[in-house]
């Protein structure tokens, strides 16, 4: 069973019944799930937790949908690592990097899509659909395919052949979209209210985004039952970010955990950064952008919950970075060099976020900091093929490796 | 008829110009504000545009035509 108890307006407080509904029909404010508190500190506890599966289900008393019929393929409890030699590298002593690119599409959106696509099934849907340009189509494609549901997904035309096939290995619909980024995104809204589906993240969102919270579950179980000091955060549309933070203020309201003081900083790539924009400029209006920039998975102009994570940077005392695409390509090497972690695009904004916040005073020597790594690197080859060192070609001969080798040492890059 | 939902964002250049009352008056689209916030530099308003489908896509094409970004008042829904 599940504690959730219904859909609130997070501007004006109107309820309404746990239903697919993303906005409140009187101020177009964002609904989100509530709970019975009173109910779940009843039953949870830190063992009845450690006792549940290895996936983001063991946390099912603080999830919207009934966790035994949940859409399972083993989403979440990915490692949490303490990076000590990246930690070195940019002079911060207590860092640790999560690590959802073991998710099984290999990115975060499988906790979201386990809970959006688990939700959609108990409320009658049996398609699924989504816009996307990668990881959401992957996950979405994956769950419907193994719930026996249908799945419909929109990508625009021109993506990589590699996120193409991500998806239509899992048989879904495929649609190539043409046209431009802001057409392609006005269609798709429009199809979602024009089909009875249940898009993943627009009119099952609230479920959706409530995955999202398990990475705040999971990081302050992974330390021992408490929550870090600091959380750096790549930002899209922003849900990832407010919804770690509402993890971790809901295993203190469980008390699970001592109250979390955690700030919160968060990543967007330069290209695409309507938040970290508006943070500089110190205003709570952010402006819808066109994004450019090689971190097609954080290119979100007009982020949906833009302004509730700008008023959490400014709640929790946390700040924002922006960073140029050659500062991800050398996040993602970096990354990659000292803790043998391949990520996206996405992970090379927010170590280079890490980077520049810390080379800023914004996150300090002693904090224990969590970086969130949300993708992986194989999603995105092309960021990182040039920026890279050929490997040696040699005949098959003795002296053909010395002589390719000693040329590389010469160098220094070997 | 329909109704669609849309957010005008306005440049500075814009702040100024009545245009979502010329958009009422030039196309066949009653228009609706739901929320706003407007101040010197910038501004966006929630609109709803009810009418002929056609003639709410000739309308919105005006705005953009203006200067005015056009988007779902949702947020972007393609992800990532």
């Known amino acids: 069973m599940s504690y959730a108890k219904n859909l609130r307006c997070r501007e004006c407080h109107r309820e309404y019944p746990l239903e697919a509904r993303h906005v409140c029909d009187f101020c177009f404010g964002p609904v989100e799930v509530t709970y019975d508190y009173d109910a779940i500190r009843k039953v949870v506890t830190r063992e009845r937790i450690e006792r549940g599966p290895a996936s983001l289900w063991r946390y099912r008393d603080f999830l919207p949908c ?9 989403a979440g409890f990915t490692p949490l690592i303490e990076a000590k030699n990246l930690g070195k590298a940019l002079g911060l002593k207590k860092l640790y990097i999560k690590n959802d690119t073991v998710n099984p599409t290999w990115s975060f959106k499988d906790r979201v899509v386990a809970v959006a696509s688990s939700r959609a099934r108990e409320l009658g849907y049996d398609k699924l659909a989504c816009a996307s340009t990668g990881n959401l189509a992957n996950s979405v494609s994956a769950h419907a395919a193994a719930a026996g549901m249908e799945a419909v997904v929109f990508i625009p035309h021109d993506l990589e052949l590699g996120k193409v096939l991500g ?11 043409r046209g431009n980024y802001d057409a392609v995104n006005r269609l798709c809204a429009e199809l979602a209210g024009a089909y009875n589906w249940a898009f993943v993240n627009v009119n099952v969102r609230p479920y959706y985004s409530e995955g999202s919270k398990t990475l705040g579950f999971e990081v302050a179980e992974q330390l021992g039952w408490r929550a870090p000091d600091h959380c750096v955060v790549p930002i899209a549309s922003g849900s990832l970010f407010v919804k770690i933070r509402k993890g971790l203020q809901e295993l203190w309201k469980a008390g699970l955990i001592d109250e979390p003081k955690t700030r919160m900083s968060g990543a967007q790539a330069t290209g695409c950064s309507p938040v970290a924009t508006a943070w500089q400029e110190g205003t ?3 402006r819808p952008q066109r994004p450019n920039t ?10 949906a919950d833009g302004y509730y994570s700008l008023v959490q940077l400014k709640e929790t005392g946390g700040a924002c970075g922006s960073v140029t695409d050659e500062e991800i390509v050398a996040g993602m090497k970096l990354l990659a060099e000292t803790e043998g972690i391949f990520a996206e695009t996405a992970g090379g904004v927010t170590i280079a976020s890490l980077k520049q916040l810390t080379e800023q005073g914004h996150i300090h020597p002693d904090e224990l900091t969590v970086a969130f790594i949300t993708g992986a ?6 960021a990182v093929a040039e920026a890279l060192n050929p490997p040696l070609e040699i005949d098959a001969t003795m002296e053909s490796f ?4 000693n040329a590389r040492v010469a160098q220094g890059v070997a | 008829m329909a109704v669609k939902r849309v957010r005008f964002t306005f440049p500075e250049n814009l702040i100024r110009e009545p245009i979502i009352y010329r958009l009422g008056h030039e196309f066949r ?10 101040d010197e530099k910038t501004g966006w308003v929630v609109l709803e545009l009810e009418g002929d489908p056609d003639e709410i896509e000739r309308s919105i094409a005006w705005a953009q035509e203006r200067g005015v970004r056009v988007d779902p008042v949702t947020g972007d829904v393609v992800e990532g």
Request: glycine letters at 8%; hydrophobic letters at 45%; aromatic letters at 8%.
């Open chain 1, 66 to 74: 009934d966790a035994d019929s949940a859409i399972d393929i083993g």
């Open chain 1, 284 to 286: 709570m209006n952010f």
């Open chain 1, 377 to 382: 690197g194989f999603k995105t080859v092309e």
């Open chain 1, 167 to 177: 998806s239509s290995i899992y048989g879904p619909t495929l649609v190539k979209v």
């Open chain 1, 294 to 303: 090689i971190a097609k998975s954080l290119a979100i102009g007009n982020p």
């Open chain 1, 402 to 405: 010395d002589a390719a080798y």
């Open chain 2, 29 to 38: 689209v009653i228009t609706n504000v739901r929320m706003a916030d407007v």
